[in-house]
């Protein structure tokens, strides 16, 4: 956007779920390139909503004539990168939730003291370090984080207090010839107290998981894991020129193959929700072997045979590094 390396997004979704977002980055204000912003907001509502977890497996609750849940909420972030591998975030954002009674008499806890309404303001600090070769399929070096925020300040009105503090470690190394290791270490503590169910997620969303248990969640308020990959490079970097494709920027096509092992364990606690949920307050792990393809866009495709402490096993595929 405007020729800066700015970025301009929107969304407009309409039908049975219906959303509208906008955000607006620039990652540098100043001749020296340190500061950058950002700012966004956001608009939704469902019919179909996750109103709790059973079993480690979320319920849906459905009702074609009625919006189950409306949502909106805006946010704007800092940034300041002093030198090339140091990162320094900041964020305020505001959150405002409604959902149908109807969603309550299922799930009294979806919400703060039962209440069809909830508002927080948040407030959040990153720092990064960022020491790896490539940061989207990593072979060598670190990465460090660690995060510090604030949902819900009740002295400006809103309906929730959590304070929680999380980080990750990432650690990759090449052990000589064509192998390779990598470990990660992963940890979030927050309070166990006046926690709605919408706010408690651990395991489970997005990269932060136990491989063997893609088909569970596991809530808590606090956690930690660990993955571990011993990789192989079955087939260094090949380029293929892809002749039928007319574009010369697609037509050639770099790839390479890992064979790797795998194993994953992680720990929730759950003081909350952990009646039904008998994965959590107990350690879990996870796993296998598998394919990785690392092909050119930085594209990852991972295929992966893995088991689980049920005694459970199956065929995975994902689409971003392993660690």
Do not use: C
Not at 35 to 60: C, D, H, M, P
């Amino acid at each position: 956007f405007r020729g800066r390396r700015e970025t301009f997004s929107a969304t407009l979704r309409l039908g049975y779920t219906q959303r509208m977002s906008m955000s607006y980055s620039v990652p540098f204000l100043d001749q020296a390139r340190r500061w950058g912003a950002s700012v966004s907001g956001s608009f939704s509502r469902n019919r179909q909503t996750i109103y709790t977890t059973e079993g480690n497996k979320q319920l849906n609750f459905r009702w074609d004539d009625v919006y189950s849940k409306t949502e909106y909420g805006f946010s704007g972030a800092v940034s300041y990168r002093p030198d090339l591998y140091e990162s320094h975030f900041l964020d305020a954002g505001f959150r405002h939730i409604e959902v149908n009674d109807t969603l309550l008499k299922l799930n009294p806890d979806y919400l703060i003291n039962g209440q069809n309404t909830q508002r927080a303001i948040s407030l959040r600090y990153l720092f990064r370090v960022e020491h790896r070769d490539l940061v989207v399929y990593p072979l060598r070096g670190t990465y460090f984080d660690i995060e510090l925020g604030k949902n819900g300040f009740p002295v400006l009105g809103d309906d929730i207090s959590i304070i929680y503090l999380a980080s990750r470690f990432k650690w990759y190394t090449p052990l000589g010839g064509r192998w390779y290791w990598g470990s990660s270490m992963s940890t979030k503590l927050s309070g166990t107290d006046g926690q709605p169910y919408i706010n408690t997620r651990a395991l489970g969303y997005g990269r932060e998981s136990i491989r063997g248990y893609e088909y569970y969640l596991i809530d808590g308020q606090r956690y930690f894991l660990t993955r571990n990959n011993l990789k192989f490079e079955l087939l260094p970097k090949k380029v293929v020129n892809a002749k039928f494709i007319p574009l010369n920027k697609f037509n050639v096509i770099p790839f390479s193959i890992y064979f790797n092992l795998f194993f994953d364990a992680g720990y929730v606690r759950d003081a909350l929700y952990f009646e039904n949920n008998p994965l959590s307050n107990s350690w879990q792990y996870g796993y296998g072997a598998g394919l990785d393809l690392f092909t050119y866009y930085d594209l990852v495709f991972r295929v992966e045979y893995s088991f689980n402490k049920l005694g459970e096993s199956g065929i995975f595929l994902h689409f971003t590094a392993p660690i």
